[in-house]
């Protein structure tokens, strides 16, 4: 996992920086369109980092899916041979069972092997995208909780500690959700196809009035992600306040049961789990209905297409109607499977925008020293001039923003062997001061 990890930082910075400067030649706007291209530079390290596995699960994909079409045929085939009776020997019967046979134990293992991949390719992708979050917090200021970001209200605030721990968590795992999904965009219509040429073959022009019905859903499925879309956004941005409030109840908990507030910070964080949970609930509901019409399509589509083969007058038998019934029954599921696809793409969308927005955040521009002992008798440390912000100028947003300066013009040298105590007032600068001697502020 450190040599994926390592491999994916590397990609990334390489790409970060050919966007940088085709960015600084067109003299594009950062803060109107930096978000969008920090997001496809990820997108890019990511493809990129993983195009082996890619290639290796497509290709079995690929296998999987035209290997999936030649039950139904051989089923047509053997009752074929039922419906001729005696007429035909024994032994193409039984030739086409066999057949049937090693064709689904092939596609079982072909099946398998690629879900093995995909899955392993899938655990990669989270586990580099939580290693590349955690390396970068250690080179921002505080952690990257001070981290300023808007949400879906256009409201500015902090990520906090909590909404660190939910782009490593929460969002890498929404991205690994749509790398599963991934080959499904390309490999879902190519089924469709397939399937459907092979029910012209059995049912002739009916089956284009299946065909109309499918294509009366696409506009659904355009909706539906858009409010998926939408609704993932204000769910992440309500579960980033939750727990932005809980870790800052947790970490002061003395300082609330002193205070006597801790009725207080328990409504607030009721509140924001209240919201958090009508946005989930919200969310739910709307895909389980996309689930239950896209689930209902198929069946509807197979009524459909069966009407208008019998008004035909064409002859009713079973080698036609089972083999037609089976390929219905494949059609489903890359149509069971593009609600799940629609979901996870839209997840992965947003997770991905804001772990890109974190990712391309202004690093702490390292100004320590560290020199060797010439004596033996240990080293001094020494502050000059030493001038340093908080956090950040720069939002993750990419607008600049006015902060007051922790510390200013501080000289400082502490010789060996000294005892040096730093006394003042709240906020006059003490952690300030330890924080600048460790280099965990902007100079």
Partial sequence: MDHA??????????????????????????????????????????????RRNLIVTGLLRLLNTSIQAFPAVLVSRLLKLIEAGDTHAPAKALQAAVTLVAVLSIKMLVENQYFHKVVKCSTQVRGSLAGLIFDKSLRLPGGGSGVTHKDGNGETSALGSGGVLNLMQSDASLIESAALQFHTTWDGPLQIAIYTYLLYQYLGSSVFWGISVLLATIPINSVTLRILNRLAKFENEAKDRRTKRTAESISNMKLLKLQGWEQRFADDIRIHR????????????????????????????????????????????????????????????????????????????????????????????????????????????????????????????????????ALSNVKLKVYPGEVVAVVGTVGSGKSALIRGLLGELNP
């Fill in 274 to 405: 209240k919201e958090e949970l009508s946005r989930h609930v919200s969310r739910g509901i709307v895909r389980a209905v996309n689930t239950a019409v896209s689930n209902a399509v198929p069946a509807l589509v197979l009524v459909v297409t069966l009407t208008a083969y019998a008004k035909t007058g064409r002859p009713i038998v079973a080698s036609t109607i089972f083999t037609a019934i089976s390929l219905f029954n494949q059609l489903r599921f890359p149509l069971f499977f593009y609600p799940m696809l629609i979901d996870s793409l839209a997840n992965g969308k947003n997770a991905m925008r804001r772990i890109s927005t974190y990712l391309s955040s202004e690093e702490i521009t390292p100004y320590v020293n560290f020199f060797p002992t010439v004596d033996g008798t240990g080293g001094s440390i020494e502050m000059t001039n030493g001038n340093f912000l908080w956090s950040s100028t720069r939002s993750i947003d990419g607008n600049t923003t006015s902060i007051s300066p």
């Fill in 5 to 50: 990890v390592s491999g994916l930082a590397s990609v990334y910075r390489e790409l970060r920086t050919r966007s940088k400067t085709r960015q600084e030649q067109k003299n594009v706007d950062k803060a109107d369109h930096g978000t969008e291209s920090q997001s496809l530079t990820l997108t890019k390290a990511l493809l990129l980092h993983q």
